[in-house]
């Protein structure tokens, strides 16, 4: 890369921080249902550690996706068409990702990715140890054969007999989404362990990235205004009850924003009970399941600790 070309993209350093602080002052100009005076209130009072963290949730599922997108799309362009790769910012992207980041992507999306996105995260992993080995064999090998072939198709057995059930209940259900994700990878994976045609190389490589690095942002933004950063409680005062996000307590007061937006100073004297309120819980949107464990579960869900399930409060209903 030339010096000049290096240059010219140093502009770009001092806009890295740029999108997680927009993120953030939107959260909170969402959070205040667009009042300046209830957003300078947030301003004091909200801890930046708290949005910092569900900044990082939102953003954590993003990390292995980019990454591994980036690298398989840049693997399959440079065994493709070789010459197009050498001038391919996507591919010299793709070079520059070690083999042990590519590994640590895939742990954190084993973790963190929904049960209905596995089989896409196989899929992935399956195609860069394909296009890998066939880079690095120089061509058409046993090595080749057996990750290109073999391995795509034991790993689609194994899949189809775990995820058989959730397949044929998603169609059942009337869930083509889930039942697309969960059928379709291991059928295509094989297709992606080899080279394409030159002729169609950088447009079935460059156009998906493009795609991606603009749409990437949106659900990053989508998923981050969404994401609650104050604690929901159902406060019993001598004048009603009042349901909603606490801004902050002192020795006198609790300040709380209610579900309308309406920022109410309540004295500590006239609170009779507190309750919180698991707001951030909602019921599914699929009732697909592969042998108890839900399509919308991450693996994560299911090594850390929970707590049991508790009917709700009627208070975080707004009844007494």
Known sequence: MAVGEVGDRQWLLPLLPTFPIVLLVLRLWYLSRQNVQTMLLFVQYVSPLGLLSTLVIALLWVFPAMLLLTRVLGALLELSDP????????????????????????????????????????????????????????????AAAATGVVLPFVAAVLEYAFLGPAIVAALREGEPVTFVLLALPPLVTPLLTGPVPAWAARAVTHWPAVVAAFAAPFLVGVVFLRAPILPTVAVDTDDGLLVGSVITVDDRMTTLLDTSGTVHFVLNDSVQAKVLCDAGDRPPASTVDAHGWSVEQTALSWIAPARRPTPPDPRCEGRR
Not at 109 to 122: E, N
């Open 83 to 142: 010459a197009a790769a050498a001038t391919s910012r996507l591919a010299a992207a793709a070079r520059r990702i070690p083999d042990w980041v590519v590994v640590v992507a895939l742990v954190i999306g084993g973790l963190t990715w929904q049960l209905r996105f596995l089989p896409l995260l196989v899929m992935v992993a399956l195609s860069i140890l394909g296009l890998v080995v066939r880079q690095r064999a120089a061509g058409v090998g046993a």
